[in-house]
């Protein structure tokens, strides 16, 4: 989670002075933020990129298993990107403006491996195309020699021929998310530094506002919001 998420949510709310406006405080924004964090669950959005583009949802969680291992933010040696290794000029070419945003990522590769499938109508060629080029595909007459592409064409199958399991979000930075299925936050110490940092501001703030005599409510306030 990135901690600015709270202060775009905290200044994009209504301002108020009193105590009791909850609704538009900071510790309204911080939950906000921590519930758009973790709202984005990788299984709804294969599932809507799979409805949307007709293609197998559990084909493609095998790709992207065998593409990034659900790393969000992994980019290979050639520049692919994201979870589903979008090359730069293909991810444009599907309208995908940021390749590291999960649900684009999908939608894009979801958008992609339909048009192979329904271009080749056999999931091996639709695959060897991912991965080695519609071009390579055409130029040998189906899945190209390539023991790289071979390879990766029968793992995709192997992983789809079984249950594909997917973290509840997005892996970053090389660090596998969790397998419970629970959704958690990832906070670094930049995001609780930038925390402290946001939560004084809002103090100082509200204190510099209040009248005299509404000390002790602010208080009593903050306490029940972060209790």
Do not use: H, W
Not at 63 to 78: I, P, R, T
Not at 130 to 153: D, H, L, Q
């Amino acid at each position: 989670m990135k901690i600015e998420a709270v202060a775009s949510a905290q200044y994009q709310a209504p301002q108020t002075a009193k105590a009791g406006a909850a609704a538009g405080g900071f510790a309204a924004a911080l939950k906000s933020a921590v519930s758009q964090s973790v709202g984005q669950n990788l299984d709804d959005i294969f599932q809507r990129a799979a409805d949307a583009y007709g293609v197998p949802e559990n084909l493609l969680k095998a790709v992207a298993k065998a593409e990034s291992g659900f790393q969000a933010d992994a980019v290979s040696s050639c520049g692919a990107q994201g979870i589903m290794q979008l090359m730069p000029s293909t991810a444009k070419s599907l309208g995908v403006s940021d390749a590291f945003d999960p649900e684009q990522n999908i939608m894009g590769g979801a958008k992609y491996l339909g048009s192979l499938l329904g271009k080749y109508s056999d999931p091996k060629l639709a695959l060897a195309a991912y991965n080695a080029g519609s071009g390579n595909v055409e130029k040998y007459g189906g899945i190209p020699p390539f023991r790289e592409t071979r390879n990766y064409v029968e793992k995709v199958l192997s992983y789809a021929g079984g249950d594909v399991s997917v973290p509840a979000a997005a892996g970053e930075s090389g660090i596998a998310p969790g397998g419970s299925g629970t959704q958690s936050v990832s906070f670094t110490t930049e995001d609780y530094s930038r925390f402290l940092q946001l939560f004084a501001q809002e103090l100082l703030q509200r204190s510099l506002s209040l009248p005299d005599g509404e000390d002790e409510a602010e208080q009593n306030y903050f306490l029940t919001q972060f209790s």
